[in-house]
């Protein structure tokens, strides 16, 4: 076979720098988002902060101001068509993006004050030790399994176990460890150094007046015969302990008041604080959408900069020159992403709006085809508009993917939503006598009733989904 050489004319799509920044940024959260651009502030002397820009804001170029509200159908649907076009390529989802972003240098922005001020468990602990009337040995032993705790509280390594790995200099035998394990137990907090669940509560329950009533029927659950407990097999209870239904009631309600995990009082983690994209309000009987100020960046290229390098025309003006088109990219792109935030939002909004008035009974089936055909934007596009993005409304804040889900034939030929079932589930189980709880296939029977067809395991799927206890479980005196 002869080699030879052939000319192939090919179309080939790429994705330019602009359009891969304004992909990255619309899939991007608000923190990370913010994050982004923190970064790219340090790094670009053409960028910078405009606290005087109104709301809904950016300056573009030295010499015009984009915002949002300004730009025309035309071009919105210009950027738009672009990304699809892109987006409805394999070449568009190739592409993995890192998120992870630099984190603040000063730590006050990353950790609260209040953080701070509160102790963890075993600074507590330690605290406490250190008041004890104890003599320094003692506290040297018990301070060595206050750091052997795990963050529940529990003492899950063996003593015997541990004895080993101590210094011999410390004449430390498994007696001693036994007995600072008893003193560390009843240091404050009932139930911390306890080596099971069953101990944990029993120690909890001896801390309590004795006159507390049925202190010693609980006791005597918990210690010995948990799983029964568990299990809510009450009729085997009272079998073996011959006791009556009101006591056994008092001491289950007992139980119950305990803390099966001390430790986590000491928690020190911070709740991540969700900053909505958009607020949702009701506007002369019509919802409405409107960009959150507080998400949104307010920056402008650096008008001396940009202003000395219109007066130069050397080479060494080159890389200032490639910094302010990366400047003007940037706003050009945080412009498009919280533009298409704003319309995803709007479109969400227009079909939900009777979760809006009436809660998740209300919710309607929703899949992002719906909101990219009448957006014109491809299905991926939604999706990057609608990941880790919120919104505020009168109910609370959501985020954007929980408006989309399945939906369920009904009787009349209509569809209900998947979140309206799980909402049905809620109120049937909250409304049901504890006594005699609803099975799964007498829910489904109910719902068959109002000509909701749902299978039994459906409605298991769900109610697991919901974290709700099996019907032999939810089952009480």
Avoid at 32 to 41: F, K, P
Avoid at 297 to 321: E, F, H, S, T
Wanted: proline share 4%; glycine share 4%.
């Amino acid at each position: 076979m002869k080699a030879s050489l052939q000319l192939r004319m090919s179309q080939q799509l790429t994705l330019t720098p602009q359009l891969q920044q304004s992909i990255r940024l619309l899939q991007l959260s608000t923190q990370d988002m913010q994050q982004e651009v923190a970064r790219l502030l340090d790094e670009n002397p053409m960028l910078e902060l405009n606290d005087e820009v109104p709301f809904n804001s950016f300056s573009g170029d030295a010499q015009s101001t984009l915002t949002p509200a300004e730009s025309s159908r035309e071009e919105r649907q210009d950027d738009d068509r672009q990304v699809n076009e892109q987006s409805e390529h394999s070449v568009a989802e190739s592409f993995e993006w890192n998120t992870e972003t630099r984190g603040s240098d000063d730590e006050n922005e990353a950790y609260p004050e209040q953080a701070a001020l509160q102790a963890s468990m075993r600074e507590y602990l330690h605290s406490q030790l250190s008041i004890s009337q104890l003599d320094n040995r003692d506290r040297l032993v018990i301070g060595m399994l206050i750091d052997a705790l795990d963050e529940n509280g529990y003492m899950t390594q063996d003593l015997a176990e541990l004895v080993e790995f101590l210094p011999a200099e410390l004449d430390v035998s498994l007696d001693d460890l036994e007995t600072a394990l008893v003193q560390l137990q009843y240091l404050d907090l009932p139930g911390l150094g306890a080596r099971t669940l069953s101990e944990c509560l029993v120690l909890q329950l001896k801390a309590m007046p004795e006159a507390t009533p049925q202190r010693e029927l609980a006791i005597c659950l918990v210690k010995n015969h948990i799983e029964l407990v568990a299990a809510h097999d009450f009729a085997k209870i009272k079998k073996l302990l011959r006791c009556s239904e009101d006591n056994l009631r008092v001491a289950q309600a007992l139980i119950l008041s305990l803390n099966p995990k001390p430790g986590c009082e000491f928690d020190r983690s911070v709740a991540d604080y969700v900053v909505p994209d958009v607020i949702v309000e009701n506007h002369k009987g019509k919802w409405r959408a409107k960009l959150n100020a507080d998400a949104m960046p307010k920056l402008r290229v650096n008008q001396m900069y940009a202003n000395i390098l219109q007066q130069r025309d050397d080479k060494a003006g080159a890389p200032l020159i490639a910094q302010l088109q990366e400047a003007s990219w940037l706003i050009k792109s945080l412009r498009q992403r919280f533009d298409t935030i704003l319309r995803v939002a709007q479109a969400i909004i227009d079909r939900q709006g009777a979760f809006l008035e009436h809660g998740e009974i209300a919710m309607r089936p929703l899949v992002l085809r719906e909101i990219a055909e009448e957006l014109e934007m491809h299905e991926s596009t939604v999706s990057r508009g609608t990941t880790q993005k919120f919104m505020r409304t009168p109910r609370g804040i959501y985020e954007f993917k929980y408006f989309f889900g399945s939906g369920l034939l009904t009787e009349s030929g209509g569809v209900c939503s998947s979140a309206a079932i799980r909402e049905l589930i809620k109120q049937l189980i909250s409304g049901e006598d504890t006594c005699k709880p609803l099975t799964d296939g007498r829910m489904s029977e109910i719902l068959a009733q109002q000509g909701i067809v749902v299978a039994r395991r459906t409605i298991a799927k769900y109610r697991e989904a919901l974290h709700i206890l099996p019907v032999n479980l939810r089952k009480s005196l």
